[in-house]
């Protein structure tokens, strides 16, 4: 096996997976393919009375071998030098309003977030909000899902 379709052709209902990696926990679940879709799968676990769902991530995440596929989370790429730089001269983190983000942490105002978004905006950098895949964390850089992160599930095809 080697591409989702495959994969998909392989785990047909009924079709028998274990469960052995979840988020860094070593498993041993039994879990049984109830219905298979373009966008994931159902697994029914024994003694469980509804099924799970398991949505697809993009083909960058998935790693798919002989004897069953990983899920991996979105990774992390540096910021460029263009980035930091809008970044650090966003409204909210220039000394002339030091002291209104001061008032705002403490009165609970936004006046600041909306001229940060807004310049964000300006600057073609619209990671505040996830846009194809991208997002930025602070102090890791931007999410992607074009860069495997850590693995989050693991499945054997039994």
């Given at each position: 096996m080697k591409?989702?379709?495959d994969l998909k052709r392989k785990l047909t209902p009924g079709a028998k997976v274990k469960l052995i990696l979840r988020f860094g926990n070593k498993m041993d679940v039994i879990k049984t393919v109830s219905k298979?879709?373009?966008?994931?799968?159902?697994?029914?676990?024994?003694?469980?009375?509804k099924p799970s769902w398991l949505?697809?991530?993009t083909a960058s995440l998935l790693e798919?071998?002989?004897?069953g596929f990983s899920v991996f989370l979105p990774g992390y790429r540096p910021l460029t030098p263009k980035e930091k730089a809008i970044l650090e001269n966003a409204p909210s983190r220039r000394p002339e309003n030091a002291k209104q983000c001061e008032i705002e942490?403490?009165?609970?105002?936004s006046s600041l977030f909306w001229q940060d978004k807004k310049y964000y905006a300006d600057q073609k950098f619209p990671y505040y909000n996830t846009i194809a895949g991208e997002k930025y964390a602070y102090k890791k850089g931007i999410q992607?899902?074009?860069i495997k992160g850590?693995?989050?599930l693991e499945y054997i095809i039994i």
């Amino acid at each position: 096996m080697k591409t989702l379709a495959d994969l998909k052709r392989k785990l047909t209902p009924g079709a028998k997976v274990k469960l052995i990696l979840r988020f860094g926990n070593k498993m041993d679940v039994i879990k049984t393919v109830s219905k298979i879709q373009t966008t994931g799968i159902y697994f029914q676990a024994e003694g469980q009375p509804k099924p799970s769902w398991l949505g697809l991530p993009t083909a960058s995440l998935l790693e798919i071998t002989d004897t069953g596929f990983s899920v991996f989370l979105p990774g992390y790429r540096p910021l460029t030098p263009k980035e930091k730089a809008i970044l650090e001269n966003a409204p909210s983190r220039r000394p002339e309003n030091a002291k209104q983000c001061e008032i705002e942490a403490l009165s609970d105002g936004s006046s600041l977030f909306w001229q940060d978004k807004k310049y964000y905006a300006d600057q073609k950098f619209p990671y505040y909000n996830t846009i194809a895949g991208e997002k930025y964390a602070y102090k890791k850089g931007i999410q992607t899902n074009k860069i495997k992160g850590e693995k989050s599930l693991e499945y054997i095809i039994i």
